[in-house]
């Protein structure tokens, strides 16, 4: 049950609810800077691409399902 709350999250409203870590963000949603209004170093902003794509093959999974009606 978890696991299908977790894939009804569309990937570009992921990060939106993680406003006491991030204060910026680019048109999909992606963190840019900081909650001190800090531009995220590359590593971490690679690290947050990677958890995007994960969750947008996981949503791409959900909306199959639910348009295959199981």
Do not use: C, R
């Not at 991030?22 to 690290?47: C, I, M, R, V, W």
């Amino acid at each position: 049950a978890a696991k299908l709350a977790k894939m009804k999250i569309p990937p570009s409203e992921m990060f939106l609810s993680e406003s006491d870590k991030y204060s910026k963000f680019d048109e999909n949603g992606l963190p840019t800077h900081d909650t001190e209004g800090k531009e995220l170093s590359k590593g971490q902003a690679k690290k947050l691409k990677k958890l995007f794509e994960a969750q947008e093959k996981l949503h791409k999974e959900y909306l199959q399902m639910v348009q295959n009606g199981s």
